[in-house]
């Protein structure tokens, strides 16, 4: 059985549903959303903060105390005042605790509502034949033709019925954990095949990362991939275990709520003489005598007794080791919920995750530039500092500023202008659009700065966060691109150049750069054979960092048209 296709939903790829189509399926499906789940009351997190053993044992005993303290309080002074000083220290340390735990478990439920911005906002959608290019997302129904590109998050699950560029990736890691993006196709898998496997469906809260396509919503709301995962967590959330700490203190407080019971029973009970006597007439107990002040007294004492035995500050030292816990994870963008989980993960022996976005952030940066030196066949390299997507986070090592020759701006070029991804500032953070690989290339050419002579009026205050490459975008405007392909292994774009000639861009793997040829061919060459160094002592540092930025950048010039080269150029033109 094949997936969901334009027929089985009764819908014109070219046209789309009509709008009394559209009403009905709303009736029908619903708000494409993720369903909110009732919030806990403010009575129920209070009542929580109580549910613990040993919480209940000071809360019981400073009841008792304060009730005894009214009872005394009638005869006032001092003795009166000082009575009430040992309850209200107690409800106090609960108080603080019970705040605590509220504060903590109100702001991660806060940080879990804006976690679901990871849905996209807004869809570009056909309907009646007009493409509408910011409709709400909540209001996408099954049948809707979804238009897809670089940078856009997809609103639901939806069936790839054609593509626009020649490639479609899509990074959906965060639905399955996947560290690389997929790549997806027009072509019908079978309905039981897993999330991986579905090759042909992109899925709701996935980003695309390169290329464009053409969609078929099939499934919306709480029906989609990540409306059965939010499902799933409400369901485990219903069915809470107690960590290890809460067993543990729930053990503590029962084996000591037995001994101080017990205890403190046995002291009212000696002196039990004291308050009550009584006389025996024939062998039998007669005219007993009760004293209600020496028996509250004695029973204040077994009071005093308990409350003394039970650590009254042990609940809030915890509570406060957990809150400074939960702080520093903050700091590390960790979100936890429940204070007792950070003991939970310190009893954790063996953790068993993926890579990328957990025990890295899935950020990649440039970290050595190497390009043609003054003479052919040699190389100078330039270290970069900085590991996020910010252009002002580190230097260049020994850079040229304002004084880059026509190599290093060929470098800036090519990594500007033949490229697909985005950068952009959020809140004091910089997020990527794209791939991470080539972000982290437009992030270079921030770095690299203007080239000499150039307007440097906008800045980053003016929200323009990528200005050196809109520069470049500007001087060299792209007319055609071939998209990047795991089998060709190189991206490439035509370009109007301002120097007046066409430029064809390219930016391939290191391992490709033997295949680039031109009028410069043996530049080309020559240059390759030193970055494959023959030499293990001569750079190895520099092999490494090639490895992981993955691009060597080159340019091809095409001017006069060459009658050997002209149907391979034809070709080559017509597949961008």
Known sequence: MEFTDADALRVGVERGLSSSEVLT????????????????????????????????????????????????????????????????????????????GIWQETNAEKALEALKEIQSQQATVTRDGVKVSSLPAKELVPGDVVELRVGDKVPADMRVVGLVSSTLRVEQGSLTGES????????????????????????????????????????????????????????????????????????????????????????????????????????????????????????????????????????????????LGTRKMAQKNALVRKLPSVETLGCTTVICSDKTGTLTTNQMAVSKIVAMGSRIGTLRSFNVEGTSFDPRDGEIDDWPVGRMDKNLQMIAKIAAVCNDASVEQSENQFVARGMPTEAALKVLVEKMGFPEG???????????????????????????????????????????????????????????LQNCGSSHGMIFRSCAQNMMFPNPERIPKVRRSMCRIKHVLTERAIEEPDPRRSAKMKRMVNAM
């Open 25 to 100: 399926r709303h009736q029908i499906y619903g708000l494409n959303e993720l369903e909110k789940p009732e919030g806990t009351s403010l009575l129920k997190l209070i009542l929580e903060q109580f549910n613990d053993t040993l919480v209940r044992i000071l809360l019981a005993a400073a009841v008792i105390s304060f009730v005894l303290a009214l009872v005394d309080g009638d005869e006032g002074g001092e003795m009166g005042i000082t009575a009430f000083v040992e309850p209200l220290v107690i409800f106090l340390i609960l108080i603080v605790n019970a705040i605590v």
């Open 180 to 323: 690389e993006a997929v790549s997806k196709t027009t072509k019908a898998v079978e309905e039981n095949a897993d999330i991986q496997g579905k090759k042909c469906m992109v899925f709701a809260g996935t980003t695309v990362v390169n290329g464009s396509c053409v969609c078929l919503v099939t499934h919306t709301g709480m029906s989609t991939e990540i409306g059965r995962v939010h499902s799933q967590i409400q369901e485990a959330a219903q069915h809470e275990e107690d960590t290890p700490l809460k067993k543990k203190l729930n053990e503590f407080g029962e084996a000591l709520t037995m001994i101080i019971g017990l205890i403190c029973a046995l002291v009212w009970l000696i002196n039990v003489k004291y308050f009550l006597s009584w006389e025996y007439v024939d062998g039998w107990p007669r005219n007993f005598k009760f004293s209600f002040e020496k028996c509250t007294y004695y029973f204040e004492i077994a009071v005093a007794l308990a409350v003394a035995a039970i650590p009254e500050g042990l609940p809030a030292v915890i509570t406060t080791c957990l809150a």
């Open 454 to 512: 150039a307007n440097k009026a906008s800045s980053l205050a003016d929200g323009n966060v990528l200005r050196c490459c809109g520069l470049w975008s500007e001087l060299e405007q792209r007319i055609a691109t071939l998209e990047f392909d795991r089998d060709r292994k190189s991206m490439g774009v035509m370009v109007d150049s301002s120097s007046g000639k066409k430029l064809l861009l390219v930016k391939v793997e290191d391992g490709k």
